[in-house]
């Protein structure tokens, strides 16, 4: 590893000021991600900026009836709360599927939407990765991709964004807020993330030297019937390999509303916007959700490895609906 | 701005303060190992997959490998050295001894540390992974063998003890709120 200085910031332009001075810095939420990619010499800072003290540790309602939950609140913290657990219990669920109790103890929201890709080849720093050495190619095009994308990849990186907290977020239209010197800015979750092109190394739309403040979830009665399913190759304390985030209000036989959002397939968080659309204002069966994901899929270019991410993620998505609906006639 | 890469900072472990000079790379569990001579907490993997390592952090269970000792300044550190009080082990240390959760005894630091955790999570009301119904209306989960399964697995077992342990953090339970 290599050695570094370490400052405790005191308050938020304090923080933003020696991220300003250093372009070695980074910030330090829990360290789970930075500190890990440290310890391989994947990440290498000059400097960190711990935010620990930095007074955004609170998760408050906002005036509209959304919820405001600040960057440094843990994910432990964010699952166990009974307004998160209320009215968007896909959110709880979805962090309660990540990690373990540990590290969701100091995991925190900003260092959980900024975590880096398990891509095997970007911590292996003698294999090609664009993402992490860009221009020198990638190694899973044609080496080990079983967990990487099928939907919205390009040739230059097919890696999957590994967050669950994320795919939630995304389903209730999350926005990321921030603060820079320039002063503060947000961005919806679907643009947060970059889509990707040729340069997979530039992950989010966040500004250079920016700090994560929180992120605001609009008011979502929809979000209240949600849920998250996670599909991975044991039974906890591992990755997703596919994963949604549902949300139904089914007025009169009828989808009034629907979320829809899918883990594991793309470089991003994947709202499943055309799935959506499928089924808004149509029936709420089986053939109607599986016609709705295909609807979503056709879009999908799988690799030689990965193609059965797609029966996955249809039956996923069938199986969770089809739960939401008939707990909704209850 | 000084160009330091190392801090003298104090950790409050087991009750005891305790002030060293680290360098900033350096982990808590080498901290806690290396220069405090307290080699009750094991490194199994230092990458934060099994949990050997765990700790209580200010009370909440934590994996001292990816915490960094310079992040944990000032904060009270409980290793499996403290567990016990007076001389006399903790219902999770007894429950483990008496249900043989263990065979090498490697990770059983890590999982008596992370089975106190668990006990107060649940205490507290916390959910889990496990939990058919998050929402807080729906009341606090039954700690059930499921429900200990999931909130154990942030630590493995290359002995596999995990029935015994299952069995150990349940008789705990028990324990702790008879
Ligand atoms: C063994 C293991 C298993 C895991 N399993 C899962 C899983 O199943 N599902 C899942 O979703 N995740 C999983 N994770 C990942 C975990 O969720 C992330 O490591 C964690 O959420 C990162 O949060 P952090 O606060 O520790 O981030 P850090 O490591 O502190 O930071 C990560 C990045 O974000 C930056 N950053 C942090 N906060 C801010 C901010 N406020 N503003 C700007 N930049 C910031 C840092 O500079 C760094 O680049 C796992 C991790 C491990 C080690
Ligand atoms: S998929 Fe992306 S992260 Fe993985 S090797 Fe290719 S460029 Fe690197
Ligand atoms: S040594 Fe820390 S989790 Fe394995
Ligand atoms: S008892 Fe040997 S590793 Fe668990």
Redesign the interface.
């Known amino acids: ?1 290599r ?4 400052e ?1 910031a005191a308050d938020m332009a304090g923080a933003l000021t020696l991220l300003a ?1 250093e372009p070695g810095a980074r910030p ?1 939420g ?3 991600n930075l ?2 990619l ?2 391989n010499g994947i990440e290498r800072p000059a400097l ?1 900026v ?1 935010l ?1 003290d930095l007074p955004l540790g609170r998760i408050e309602p906002t005036a509209d009836g959304g919820l405001r939950i600040g960057a440094t609140v843990t994910n ?1 913290d964010l ?2 709360h ?1 307004d998160v ?2 009215r968007y ?1 896909a959110l ?2 979805a962090v ?2 990540g ?5 969701r ?2 995991a925190t929201v900003g260092g959980n939407l900024l975590q880096r890709t398990r891509c095997g080849y970007f911590t292996d720093a003698a294999a090609p990765c664009n993402k992490r050495s860009p221009g020198s190619g990638c190694a899973a095009l044609t080496g080990e991709h079983r967990n990487h994308a099928v939907l919205g990849a390009s040739p230059h990186c097919v890696a999957v964004h590994p967050s669950d907290m994320a795919v939630a977020l995304a389903a209730f239209d999350a926005v990321v807020v921030y603060e820079t010197l320039d002063g503060p800015g947000e961005l919806p979750l679907a643009e947060f993330y970059r889509p990707v092109d040729s340069n997979p190394q530039l992950e989010t739309a966040l500004p250079p030297g920016a700090l994560i403040t929180g992120v605001v979830l609009p008011p979502a009665p929809v979000a209240a019937a949600s849920r998250y399913r996670k599909v991975r190759e044991r ?3 591992a990755f997703a390999i596919g994963s949604l985030a549902a949300a139904l209000d089914i007025r009169d036989g009828i989808v009034h509303d629907v979320r829809l959002a899918f883990g594991a397939v793309a470089s991003r968080p994947w709202r499943a916007r055309q799935a959506e659309r499928a089924l808004t204002g149509g029936p709420a069966d089986a053939a109607a959700f599986a016609a709705a994901a295909d609807a979503e899929l056709a879009a999908a270019r799988p690799l030689p490895h990965n193609g059965y991410k797609l029966p996955l993620m249809r039956n996923l998505a069938v199986s969770v609906l089809t739960e939401l609906a008939e707990e909704a006639a209850r | ?5 190392s ?1 003298v900072i104090t950790l409050h472990v087991n009750g005891e303060p305790r002030t060293l000079t680290v ?3 350096t ?1 808590l569990l080498d901290a806690l190992r290396e220069h405090l001579g307290l080699t009750g907490t094991k490194k199994g993997c ?3 997959q099994c ?1 050997a390592c ?1 700790v209580l ?1 200010d009370g ?4 001292a490998c ?3 000792a ?2 944990a ?1 000032g904060r009270a550190v409980t290793t499996i050295e403290g567990v016990a009080e007076d001389g006399r082990l903790h219902p999770v240390q007894e429950a483990f001894l008496e249900l043989d959760g263990y065979q090498c005894g490697y990770c059983t630091p890590g999982q008596i540390c ?1 089975a106190l ?2 006990l107060d ?1 649940h205490a ?6 496990a ?1 058919a119904d ?4 729906a009341g606090p989960p039954a700690l059930t063998d499921d429900e200990i ?3 154990m ?3 493995l077992c290359r002995c596999s003890a995990y029935p015994a342990i299952v069995r150990a953090v349940a008789q705990a339970a028990k324990a702790v709120s008879a």
């Open positions: 590893m050695e570094f200085r370490y405790r001075a330090l829990g360290g789970t500190v890990d440290m310890k960190l711990d620990r432990s699952a166990a009974p657990r209320r219990p709880a669920q309660l599927a990690a373990s109790g540990q590290l103890n100091m039974a906890s304390y | 701005m000084t160009a330091s890469t801090s360098d900033h790379r982990t230092d990458h934060g949990g765990t952090l909440r269970r934590a994996v990816l915490q960094l310079v992040a300044e992370s955790a668990v999570e507290a009301g916390w959910p889990s992974a939990t998050v929402r807080p209306e399964r999931e909130r697995s942030g630590n």
